[in-house]
């Protein structure tokens, strides 16, 4: 029978960075295991808590398809988790202090999300795409053929207009997740103009 106590692995990835495994400890319930190249030389190690069944979290998000690939062939069931204390902490400026912030990130990492609420909506086929510049107006030009589009941009700055309007690019914010619209609408652009389709606003 597997032995279910939780198993900790750090690493310094090859001495990159150093590990204050006492810190660490403080928040560790269960065994830890340190490494210097967990996801190469050390591999063996993390097979080894794989083959005692408890849940394994990994101080190491780069290497977690190779850790991932791993347990599939030996313990498909394995519960694992993956948090980065390198990018974070380890190779920080302030490396050498960093083990409380490690012990912390990994604490939380260990921790279950809430459940995020879903909500299921249905556009029948209208879609109104929210931002701030070029890059709503862009998403709206490749739905365009698939969905009616409208653009709504809040407080954008030196916005460059597409040259064509096959959709309504409008300006205003989103209040309470409701949209009212203010007297007028937009136009359409005069026929000199270049590049320069209307913009209304919503409040």
């Excluded at 065994?31 to 190249?37: E, F, G, K, Y």
């Excluded at 652009?189 to 409040?203: D, E, L």
Aim: proline content about 7%; hydrophobic content about 40%.
């Amino acid at each position: 029978m597997g032995d279910a106590t939780p198993h900790l692995m750090i690493c310094t990835c090859e001495k990159t960075m150093p590990l204050d495994a006492r810190a660490i400890g403080h928040v560790c319930t269960g065994r830890i295991t340190q490494a210097n190249q967990l996801c190469g030389l050390d591999l063996d190690r993390y097979k080894a808590a794989l083959a005692d069944g408890g849940p394994i979290t990994v101080a190491c998000t780069q290497e977690a398809p190779r850790f991932n690939d791993v347990a599939r062939d030996l313990a498909p069931s394995s519960a694992l988790t993956f948090v980065n204390i390198r990018e974070t902490g380890g190779w920080s400026k302030d490396a050498a202090a960093a083990g409380p912030k490690a012990a912390a990130l990994i604490a939380a990492a260990t921790e279950e999300m809430p459940p995020i609420p879903l909500v299921t909506l249905e556009s029948d086929g209208v879609a109104l795409i929210y931002g701030r510049d070029e890059i709503a107006i862009e998403v709206g030009q490749r739905l365009a053929n698939h969905l009616d589009i409208t653009v709504l941009l809040t407080k954008p700055g030196d916005v460059v207009p597409p040259c064509s309007n096959e959709f309504p690019v409008l300006k205003g914010s989103v209040r309470n997740a409701c949209l009212r619209r203010a007297a007028g609408s937009y136009s359409e652009p005069r026929a000199t103009a270049r590049c320069q389709p209307a913009i209304s606003s919503w409040i």
